[in-house]
């Protein structure tokens, strides 16, 4: 079984950055996906950004030049940083890993990024 514990979220101007932690554990193999989802009130889930454990990266469009994701495959975390953010950026944010040879999806608890204008 594999848990992800989200943290970093909170309320934030726009402009201003945060940060987004994701911690994984249990049976994680070594092939894997890690991302961020957001689901904003009323909207469906929808995908911000995906890192290969080779470190291969996919933005959604929205957030191209103004996210980043990383990942310390050691330590088995991805990581969210965003900056110039956005009110429309205000969702519930969610951490993802895929595991393509399982086909298996799992999901954290999500954690809220609220940004006021």
């Known amino acids: 079984q594999v848990q992800l514990v989200e943290s970093g979220g909170g309320l934030v101007q726009a402009g201003g950055s945060l940060r987004l932690s994701c911690a994984a554990s249990?049976?994680?193999?070594?092939?894997?996906?890690m991302g961020w989802y957001r689901q904003a009130p009323g909207k469906q889930r929808e995908l911000v950004a995906i890192?290969?454990?080779?470190?291969?990266?996919n933005y959604a469009t929205s957030v191209k030049g103004r996210f980043t994701i990383s990942r310390d495959n050691a330590k088995n975390m991805v990581h969210l940083q965003m900056n110039s953010l956005k009110p429309e950026d205000t969702a519930d944010y969610y951490c993802?890993?895929?595991?393509?040879?399982?086909?298996?999806?799992?999901w954290g608890q999500g954690t809220q990024v609220t940004v006021s204008s």
């Open positions: 890192i290969a454990n080779g470190g291969t990266t």
């Open positions: 249990g049976s994680i193999f070594n092939i894997n996906y």
């Open positions: 993802n890993l895929f595991v393509p040879t399982h086909q298996k999806n799992y």
